[in-house]
């Protein structure tokens, strides 16, 4: 720095090195140096010393020398600018200046020391080394991060391309099983077609024959007319030859009937095509990171907690429900012991030769559902109760049946199909596509309770003893688990490896003289079988006038009713004989009905539809009162 002392007076310093002697005007405690009053515009226009405050020549020093480190202060305070920094508070963490002291009252109660007397411990300080430390880590650490997300951002490239070509693997395939289906389809309708009318085209010969032999006939007659004798011949013969005419022409009028077909769409593929989520859907995977497989850890003891709780608790409520219970139905209980609660509402009259009436249908749409409902499946409770499946809005709903009103409704985490009635007020239903089982209460409100896993699409369910019956389809098998889902029991192929089922979407439990009996609907088949509860295959039933069978609603030891979806009927199943009778059809309001429930207490009958693009079926129940 160039000397701007002489003997008594001091000098604008710039001015000094390009050898002006000028008085200063200010003083730069920043730059230490005294500026003239051109020197110090300059230097408050410059961008580098705009921010140093000057001293004016009243408060600036009369001469200028070195300052110690001790008096070295260069940064100016952020609430006073014309003031430097100069001390610390310990208890705010807060670096001040003079002013900050005066004005500010909350640090007068505080411990506030001279920047200068702490700096000089600082520097070998713990605080220090950490900071250095900290700042070597944190570097460390950024880079490590830094290359990790190098590594993620290929991992997400890779991860793209991967989940592009699974979406058109599985779309081709959905394309060659189309294509396929279709192909199908096209030849069934050419073969039905080329059927009738190889058909047609022999009764037309045979018409045409026919045709010719009575013009044959009544040309031999007028030939003979001027003949008595020989027209009575020809008149005795020709008699004989028109009875077998008329013999063929019954024939071929009764032959002429035949079979007509029309296309129907299948209404699980409709219900596809309307889903938001056809196809396939992206979800997050957890399992590829650290955080995701403690969480999933952490989760899974919650869910055993929660588990252990819901148990105590269920059991808490039957023992409760057990002591409440009347004689008469405690005995009712033992004789249909380790059967499910639905069979209590099971009548062992014989409904073959009753009739039904027409009563108003019940109305379960909510405004909170956010499409038409498909209800299917539904069981009669205590009290006039139904409790119903919405496959539509992923939601259980009780209705009053007396005062045909919705009272409540739960949604569900998966979207359901069928349900059966346990004991204690409770009922399980079945999630195919989250590959679960969810048990509710029904006591009150229906709510939520544990959800058990299971491997695989479930569809029917029902209850025997302490275990579940569980049908699945894709591929189709019947399952006998505990409570838990543990699987002791399944059969999906006969002895020769055959598959027994197609699509078991529904079934029931019964018991025939005291004897567990299992009946499953398989619509792909147009079957209902009957297997013990070894799962072995006892007996068959089919009929012509049953097409697409779904749901199942046990009465009595020998009786069932069965839901025809594509038959538009509800027939009547003797188990005994085969006999299979309707009881109601497409003349009492029954299109594509999916399931029905009995109650022999109040002798009604509750059937649910589901037509698509027919709100008027799919968002009511229908009640039929035996007259």
């Known amino acids: 720095m160039a000397s701007c002392l002489a003997p008594g007076l001091t000098y604008c310093q710039p001015c000094v090195e390009d050898g002006k002697k000028i008085l200063p005007e200010a003083f730069c405690p920043v730059c230490k140096e005294f500026l003239c009053s051109n020197c110090a515009r300059v230097h408050r226009n410059q961008k580098i010393t705009k921010r140093h405050a000057l001293q004016d020549k009243d408060r600036m020093p009369s001469s200028f020398h070195e300052q110690s480190e001790e008096e070295m202060f260069t940064e100016t305070c952020q609430r006073h ?24 009252e909350d640090h007068r109660s505080c411990k506030v020391e001279k ?3 702490v700096a000089k411990r600082y520097k070998q300080g713990a605080e220090y080394n950490s900071l250095k430390t900290g700042l070597v880590n944190t570097a460390s650490d950024i880079s490590k991060i830094s290359h990790d997300i190098q ?11 991967t989940n592009i070509n699974e979406l058109r693997k599985f779309m081709n395939n959905i394309n060659r099983y189309l294509q396929k289906r279709e192909n199908e389809l096209l030849a069934e309708i050419d073969r039905k077609k080329r059927t009738s009318k190889t058909l047609l085209d022999e009764l037309k010969s045979k018409c045409t024959n026919m045709k010719s032999s009575i013009k044959k006939l009544k040309s031999e007659l007028q030939a003979q007319d001027d003949n008595s004798n020989q027209l009575f011949i020809v008149g005795k013969r020709a008699i004989k030859e028109l009875v077998g005419l008329q013999a063929a022409l019954e024939e071929v ?5 035949v079979p007509r077909y029309m296309f129907y769409s299948d209404p699980s593929t409709e219900q596809l095509i309307a889903s938001e989520k056809a196809i396939g859907r992206l979800e997050e995977d957890n399992e590829t990171s650290v955080f995701g497989q403690q969480q999933k850890q952490q989760q899974t003891k919650q869910e055993q907690l929660q588990q252990k709780t819901i148990g105590q608790q269920e059991r808490q409520q039957q023992k409760e429900k057990q002591q409440r219970q009347l004689a008469t139905m405690q005995q009712e209980q033992k004789h249909m012991q380790g059967v499910s609660p639905k069979v209590l509402f099971k009548d062992s009259a014989d409904l073959s030769r009753v009739m039904f009436s027409r ?8 405004l909170d559902d956010t499409r038409d409902c498909w209800l299917s499946s539904v ?8 409790l119903l499946v919405d496959r539509a809005n992923y939601s259980l709903k009780l209705v009053d049946s007396e005062n045909n009103k919705l009272v409540s409704e739960v949604n569900l985490p998966g979207q359901p199909w069928d349900l059966c009635l346990l004991p204690g007020d409770r009922a399980a239903v079945t999630l195919p596509h989250v590959d679960k089982i969810q048990f509710v209460s029904t006591q009150g409100n229906v709510t939520l309770q544990r959800a058990v896993n299971v491997a695989g699409c479930c569809c029917g369910i029902d209850v025997c003893d302490d275990n579940l019956i569980v049908s699945f389809v894709n591929p189709g098998y019947v399952v006998l688990m505990d409570m838990k889902g543990k699987v002791k029991n399944s059969v999906d192929k006969d002895t020769s490896g055959k598959p027994l089922f197609e ?3 529904y079934l029931t439990v019964t018991r025939v003289s005291q004897t567990p009996v299992i009946f499953i609907s398989d619509w792909g088949t147009n079957t209902i079988s009957r297997l013990s509860i070894s799962l072995e295959v006892v007996q068959t039933y089919q009929d012509p006038i049953l097409d697409s069978p779904r749901c199942l609603a046990a009465l009595g030891d020998n009786q069932l009713l ?9 027939l009547l199943l003797d188990t005994l004989t085969g006999e299979i009778t309707q009881q109601l059809g497409k003349k009492e309001g029954i299109e594509m009905p999916y399931s029905v429930a009995y109650c022999s207490l109040r002798k009604m009958m509750f059937v649910t539809c589901s037509q698509y693009a027919r709100p008027e079926l799919k968002n009511f129940v229908k009640v039929f009162s035996l007259v």
């Open 562 to 570: 069965v839901c025809g979806r594509d038959s538009n009927n509800i």
């Open 379 to 386: 069981a009669h409770l205590t009290g006039d109760r139904l």
């Open 81 to 104: 600018a014309k003031e430097f920094i100069k001390y610390y508070c310990q208890r705010h963490y807060g670096l001040l200046c003079g002013d900050c002291l005066i004005e500010n």
């Open 253 to 257: 009028s009764r032959r002429s009937d």
């Open 151 to 161: 590594a993620i951002m290929k991992s997400v490239d890779e991860e793209s391309l």
């Open 503 to 505: 699509y078991p979407e």
């Open 359 to 366: 009563q108003p249908d019940i109305s379960v749409k909510s």
């Open 115 to 117: 920047i200068q007397q």
